[in-house]
């Protein structure tokens, strides 16, 4: 491919909507128009502050169109309250990152596995925080444990150790302090009006994330202790991916630490930098938006999938 943009009449895309505590959760389906084959299906989910548009358009762009163009069947999560899933995230929205963990991740994995009845598996793919739900749900679930083919993420990491000046500017003071003050008073972050990210983030998933960031691997609500029973997870096939320009948000030394901490066997580690041999050094968004990224590292991407 040389186009930014997947021929839009090779794929197919509908919403699908799942009820879920009183709303729904919204996962875009993107599919092959050509006769479907037997493939592992594909579950992407995004990170803070963004929705599941990160992975695909209505044009045709994006990792997520750009599998379903390579024989794939690709669902996009938009976790509660964001994207099209319903109720919106406002004030007064309760949720947090535990129920991604331990309701959401589980209830769509199962929905997709009940649309494929010829497999029995799904690949998981995350983008930056969502990396870390998703890392997080396969910790606690054993029998996710044996359904998920793969983990693959992108610019993923759950500490930030890294020291800079963008690192106290981004982390330290906006989001560990500026953050949670707004979102006092709003209810929530409403980061789409401030121009902050694609999507609004609850008070909830904020405050859990910035503990997150600087301290232990242990859930919010009852105490599990991921950083524990990670040295005990059955992980499947496993790709972390960092880009070199990304100095912030999943600094390569960052995305590493998390490979160490969740003690991984042999899991495969990517830097998107020209040294390595790409066309471009990548950030922490472009990774998955940039215009040779179809010319680039998605067909590598397509190929792990078909031999794993």
């Known amino acids: 491919m040389t186009s930014s943009n997947v021929n839009p009449k090779a794929i197919s895309q509908q919403s699908l909507f799942i009820p879920y505590r009183g709303g729904q959760l919204h996962l875009r389906h993107i599919a092959p128009k050509a006769q479907h084959t037997n493939n592992t299906p594909i579950l992407m989910l995004h990170g803070a502050m963004s929705n599941g548009r990160v992975f695909y358009s209505d044009s045709g762009r994006g990792l997520g169109c750009f599998m379903a163009a390579a024989g794939f069947d690709v669902y996009v999560l938009d976790t509660a309250g964001r994207g099209l899933s319903g109720p919106r995230v406002s004030r007064g929205f309760e949720l ?13 994995h199962d929905y997709i596995l009940s649309r494929h009845p010829l497999v029995d598996k799904v690949h998981w793919c995350g983008h930056s925080w969502g990396g870390v739900l998703m890392a997080s749900a396969l910790v606690r679930h054993r029998d996710l444990q044996q359904s998920v083919a793969s983990l ?10 890294i020291r800079s000046v963008r690192k106290w500017l981004m982390v330290d003071l906006f989001w560990n302090r500026v953050a949670p003050a707004l979102s006092f008073f709003q209810g929530y972050l409403a980061a789409d009006k401030l121009g902050l990210g694609m999507d609004n983030e609850s008070r909830a998933s904020l405050l ?3 503990d997150w960031v600087r301290g232990d691997w242990v859930d919010h609500d009852d105490g599990f202790d991921y ?13 972390f991916i960092a880009g070199h320009k990304d100095k912030v948000l999943g600094n390569p030394s960052d995305v590493k630490d998390m490979l160490v901490e969740c003690g991984m066997n042999s899991p495969k580690y990517t830097l998107l930098a020209k040294e390595s041999g790409y066309l471009y050094d990548y950030g922490h968004a472009d990774m998955l938006t940039h215009g040779q990224a179809v010319d680039d590292h998605f067909p590598q991407i397509a190929h792990w999938y078909q031999e794993a």
């Open 96 to 108: 947090g990152q535990g129920e991604v963990i331990r309701e959401q991740l589980p209830l769509v």
């Open 152 to 161: 693959l993420t992108f610019g993923t990491k759950r500490t930030i150790k």
């Open 208 to 210: 859990q994330s910035i």
């Open 227 to 239: 950083a524990k029973a990670a040295n005990k997870t059955l992980w499947p096939k496993t790709w």
